[in-house]
């Protein structure tokens, strides 16, 4: 089955600066790649996603590029801001969800 | 907020109870995904509902179960408690038309003492 790595286990930055969190995945199946922050006490909140047909995707501060030959995709945050201190997942799924597997998750300080 | 509502927001239960968890999709979502997060941990897939069917399962036990019912909202139903199962249970909707994205609720923190 999927397997999801994800790296570093913790990060901290000072604000204003760039974060970049890597994952890797093993199946070359999978075809769907979110990532997701968690603040304490709350439910995975959705911050970007990206499909296999796309190299890159970016939204306001936020980027996710995907390497499918390597099976790896990154998260890039930039201008960096106390709010974005959390807990941030990355995921690799195919056939519509059924096998979501999320990586163990890396935990962004960002310090004013 | 995505719209996603889990009851109840805390539970406390002994090992061997059951323990029952509900779930209400975002409006104009079909389907319901179940997932268990241990602490310090990411989500683990327990399993997917869709037409009240059940449409893919993780590797969990079969005393984890679940219902979708009509109006797409959803139970997942849990035998014979041991204390590993402590966990906060998140339950994720989404549109099954090949658009994969899940929304997620925040999630029932269940202690198993």
């Known amino acids: 089955g999927e397997n999801v790595e994800q790296h570093p286990s913790t990060l901290s930055v000072q604000e204003g600066d760039s974060a970049v969190i890597k994952c890797t995945y093993s199946?070359?199946?999978?075809?769907?790649f979110p990532w997701y922050k968690q603040e304490l006490g709350k439910g995975p909140q959705l911050i970007i996603d990206?499909?296999?047909?796309?190299g890159e995707k970016k939204d306001q501060r936020i980027a996710v590029t995907l390497n499918k030959t390597a099976k790896h995709f990154s998260l890039h945050i930039t201008e960096t801001q106390p709010e974005d201190s959390a807990v941030y997942f990355c995921a690799a799924s195919y056939n519509y969800g059924q096998n979501f597997v999320f990586g163990p998750g890396t935990r962004l300080s960002v310090l004013p | 907020e995505t719209g996603v509502t889990q009851s109840p927001t805390h539970l406390i239960k002994t090992r061997g109870q059951q323990v029952t968890l509900r779930c209400s999709s975002q409006?104009?979502?079909?389907?319901v995904s179940w997932y268990q997060q241990a602490l310090g941990q990411g989500p683990q897939f327990i399993f997917q509902y869709y037409r009240e069917e059940e449409n893919g399962r993780g590797n969990f036990p079969p005393r984890f179960s679940g219902l979708q019912f009509p109006n797409y909202s959803s139970e997942l139903n849990v035998n014979a408690l041991e204390l590993d199962d402590s966990a906060l249970y998140l339950c994720?909707?989404?549109?099954?038309?090949?658009?994969?994205?899940?929304?997620f609720g925040p999630g029932t923190r269940l202690t198993v003492l």
């Open positions: 409006s104009g979502h079909n389907t």
């Open positions: 199946d070359s199946a999978s075809n769907y």
């Open positions: 994720a909707s989404s549109f099954y038309d090949g658009a994969d994205t899940q929304y």
């Open positions: 990206i499909r296999s047909n796309v």
